[in-house]
């Protein structure tokens, strides 16, 4: 038996896709995901974990490889890092975008990060969990609570 696959994205719901999955001549829906909000100035928790059971900010110096790519970020996007923790296999960030969306200066952050990991430690496939999470800081909430602060 041949299975074939097809994949046909149609815009259902302005701003979503849903895609229609066609596998060895049955149908079925995927779920659309729901798209991301992105305001120029606000404040946001952006946070992920590792997957794969890994812990990679355990490692020495893999710390200091995911700040620095962060800076570099910071530079070509605008990005301000107002606070920051890195835990053995996650991270959090309070930052404020700039004109860049945000989804772009994190892929990038991610998946610079990825491959670099990937290739020093020599394994293969995705390092983080899912996609990263990121959620507006409302009114007076301290953004990610157990944070450190920076001026950097």
Same mark, same amino acid.
């Given at each position: 038996?041949?299975?074939?696959?097809e994949l046909l994205l149609e815009e259902s719901v302005p701003g979503t896709q849903v895609?229609?999955?066609?596998?060895?001549?049955?149908?079925?829906?995927?779920?659309?995901? #729901?798209?991301?909000? /992105?305001?120029?100035?606000?404040?946001?928790?952006?946070? &992920? @974990?590792?997957?794969?059971?890994?812990? =990679?900010?355990?490692?020495?110096?893999?710390?200091?490889?995911?700040?620095?790519?962060?800076?570099?970020?910071?530079?070509?996007?605008?990005?301000?890092?107002?606070?920051?923790?890195?835990?053995?296999n996650h991270y959090h960030l309070a930052v404020r975008t700039a004109s860049v969306p945000?989804? #772009?200066?994190?892929? /990038?952050?991610?998946?610079?990060?990825?491959?670099?990991? &990937? @290739?020093?430690?020599?394994?293969?496939? =995705?390092?983080?969990?899912?996609?990263?999470?990121?959620?507006?800081?409302?009114?007076?909430?301290?953004?990610?609570?157990?944070?450190?602060?920076?001026?950097?």
């Open positions: 038996m041949e299975l074939t696959f895609a229609e999955v066609w596998l060895g001549g049955e149908q079925g829906i995927a779920m659309p995901r #729901r798209p991301r909000v /992105f305001v120029e100035g606000l404040i946001y928790h952006v946070y &992920n @974990r590792a997957g794969r059971g890994e812990a =990679p900010f355990k490692l020495e110096d893999e710390a200091d490889r995911f700040w620095s790519l962060l800076h570099e970020v910071k530079k070509r996007d605008g990005l301000a890092v107002l606070a920051w923790c890195i835990m053995p945000l989804w #772009r200066s994190i892929r /990038f952050l991610q998946h610079a990060y990825t491959r670099g990991f &990937n @290739r020093r430690c020599k394994v293969l496939g =995705p390092l983080w969990q899912a996609r990263y999470k990121a959620r507006p800081v409302q009114g007076t909430e301290t953004p990610c609570g157990a944070c450190l602060p920076t001026s950097t």
